[in-house]
């Protein structure tokens, strides 16, 4: 029997997440995705009744599904209360919720953002967005310039083998030996994380992609006033905001970039993802 499934909320991602598996034949409802234009928008009672919930990415903030497209608010602790311990949940960025859930409610949530396959397939739109956005921002050409990657993660290496192959003079920063090692063999100037006190002065651009607060005042005072800083790191970021503010640095920041500039190519990677989840599990869609 087909699987019935529900996109409730989410931004752009879930909107085309919702098009993409009506297109591979399933029976999908949508909620809390009128203002980007979801498909088959449907109450939030009969949502509920699916088999299969997909969740956003992240699924909460501040204690409720995060629905950006949409006046409604829903209290998540409320939303847990109305499902049946037989329907399968599926978000993004679950953290300590799904084990919560278990135990609270008898649910079972899986994340589709937690898997190799998701993360990479993001990567790649993420990186071509702060490219996009630093074009935007800067003075200058990529070509030329003098780009400093915080962070050898998915997202650091595609981005600084993107904007070597621009023309830029890459350097990049990490914490491990052996990121650095990786980064020397691919050609790129290198700094330890610890280290970067004293060697900012000569970066036209900075991407940040450490999830956590690097730039504080003390760097953000070393860096040239046409610095410009991108902040890709999830919440809370890797840059102290109210330090760049009074301190005139220029800092763009760009958590969920693909989201914002590829939401169509980021949904195909969490359909994939929930396909490849329901395959293990013996559910086929």
Same mark, same amino acid.
């Given at each position: ?14 909107? $085309? ?13 949508? $909620? ?29 903030? !501040? ?16 939303? $847990? ?39 990479? @397939? ?42 070597? @192959? ?19 063999? $691919? ?6 994380? !610890? ?20 730039? !504080? ?22 840059? !102290? ?24 190519? @980021? ?19």
């Amino acid at each position: 029997m087909k699987k019935s499934i529900a996109v409730l909320g989410g931004d752009r991602r879930q909107v $085309w997440l919702a098009r993409l598996l009506l297109d591979d034949g399933c029976d999908v409802v949508t $909620w809390g995705l009128e203002q980007g234009d979801a498909p088959n928008a449907a109450p939030l009672d009969q949502a509920l009744a699916a088999r299969l919930l997909i969740l956003p990415l992240p699924v909460c903030r !501040d204690g409720k599904l995060v629905l950006p497209l949409t006046d409604s608010q829903l209290d998540a602790e409320q939303l $847990w209360s109305r499902l049946r311990y037989d329907q399968l949940l599926l978000g993004g960025m679950t953290g300590e919720l799904s084990p919560r859930l278990m135990s609270d409610f008898g649910l079972t949530l899986l994340d589709y953002y937690d898997r190799e396959e998701a993360q990479v @397939a993001n990567a790649v739109p993420t990186a071509e967005g702060a490219i996009g956005l630093a074009m935007e921002a800067a003075d200058q050409t990529i070509h030329g310039s003098q780009c400093l990657v915080t962070g050898c993660g998915r997202v650091g290496r595609l981005l600084a083998q993107r904007l070597q @192959a621009l023309g830029a003079q890459v350097t990049v920063s990490a914490r491990r030996y052996g990121d650095l090692a990786w980064a020397a063999v $691919w050609g790129y100037a290198r700094l330890r994380t !610890d280290q970067l006190s004293g060697n900012l002065e000569k970066f036209d651009m900075i991407f940040n992609t450490v999830p956590a607060l690097l730039f !504080d005042a003390g760097l953000l005072c070393q860096l040239r006033k046409d610095c410009f800083l991108l902040d890709l790191a999830s919440a809370p970021g890797g840059v !102290d905001l109210d330090a760049a503010r009074e301190l005139h640095c220029r800092v763009g920041t760009a958590p969920g970039l693909p989201g914002r500039t590829a939401p169509r190519t @980021a949904a195909a990677a969490i359909r994939d993802s929930i396909y490849h989840i329901l395959e293990e599990r013996g559910e086929p869609i």
